[in-house]
């Protein structure tokens, strides 16, 4: 008999940049992907730096090969005033807002197997579920 | 740090030869297809196999000393082709392709070990071509983590817009989305504008 896969509700987690200021990049990406894990969909004030992004994958995969059921995450930047900007200038604001702490964004990982699509608008964030 | 000292100190040690180059990208953008297009050419044999279902490469393949002629020049490359990187790595999705529930299990595992390794290989390369499908959003955040990955490292990029054979697809989107970046159009699949791709693989080799 299949079991039944649908999701009753999503729970989010807000993670205000405070709380990760002083983490290490092990402690940061240990504390989201702890939370996933848990099925919480995690709305993160501030975006990671490019390198815990990597990081982020790298341990979600070593996660995704260990732990049952677990397929993964989606992850999702949204950044109210760069809404048509290029990749390049995107990467640029991104590398040089991460050094100075970045507020202005909100960062959003979730279990792929909750978050269907994360759509991308400044102003209506919309989570659909799976 | 150490990557870009690492490249700064064996610019002095090393002659230009055997030049890492790393195709990086998502999955199924044609990397491996691309990959085996320059080792065919160049040395006779393939590289590797390429498929339809997703994540056919799961390990990092590469082939040593491949000597490239460009008008009248000759570079010698590592060619080195990486799995495609993604954040989520779904079993479910290869049943689609006829593939048994044991295979497609077996295929995610060695596919999230791939993901990995590719991460892992970043800091060896001298230079990346990023392989992107023309017909996909290349705003992906997958491809941002890849592209801002090298530009913090360093590491010189060009970027290919691959499947243009394909209708209604050209390389304008991505020239779009990046546009301090050498753009080349090809298909690989079609062998479209390879021309145009050694040229600027010429000219990213020069930039390192």
């Known amino acids: ?130 | 740090m150490l990557n870009i000292l690492k490249r700064f100190f064996g610019a002095f040690f090393r002659k230009r030869s055997n030049i890492k180059i790393g195709f990086y990208g998502p999955p199924n953008a044609g990397k491996t297809s691309l990959a085996n297009i320059i080792c065919k050419d160049w040395t006779g044999e393939s590289l590797g196999l390429v498929s339809d279902v997703p994540h056919e490469t799961r390990q990092v393949q590469f082939r040593e000393k491949v000597e490239i002629k460009h008008k009248n020049k000759t570079l010698v490359f590592k060619i080195v082709d990486t799995p495609g990187i993604a954040t989520k790595i779904d079993y479910e999705d290869f049943l689609k392709y006829g593939l048994k529930r044991g295979v497609a299990k077996k295929r995610a595992k060695e596919a999230t070990q791939g993901i990995i390794e590719s991460i892992k290989w970043l800091d060896d390369m001298d230079a990346v071509v990023v392989v992107l499908d023309a017909g996909q959003n290349p705003y992906s955040q997958v491809n941002l983590t890849i592209v801002g990955n090298l530009v913090a490292r360093k590491i010189p990029v060009l970027i290919v817009a691959n499947k243009i054979d394909l209708k209604n697809v050209s390389a304008k989107k991505i020239e779009d989305a990046f546009p301090d970046y050498e753009v080349v159009g090809i298909s690989a699949k079609k062998k479209i504008n390879l021309e145009g791709f050694y040229a600027a693989l010429f000219k990213l080799a020069r930039s390192i």
Do not use: C, W, Y
């Open chain 1, 1 to 130: 008999m299949k079991s039944d896969k649908r999701i009753k509700g999503v729970s989010l987690h807000i993670i205000p940049f405070s709380e990760i200021r002083d983490l290490s990049i092990t402690e940061r990406i240990r504390k989201i992907l702890h939370l996933v894990l848990g099925n919480k969909v995690v709305i993160l004030q501030g975006r990671l730096r490019v390198e815990e992004e990597i990081r982020l994958i790298e341990d979600t995969m070593a996660m995704v090969d260990h732990v049952k059921s677990f397929k993964g995450i989606e992850l999702a930047v949204i950044e109210p005033d760069q809404g048509n900007e290029s990749i390049v200038m995107k990467i640029r604001k991104g590398i040089a807002k991460t050094l100075v702490g970045h507020h202005n964004a909100l960062t959003i990982i979730g279990p792929a197997s909750i978050v269907k699509e994360i759509k991308k608008d400044p102003k209506k964030l919309e989570v659909l579920l799976g």
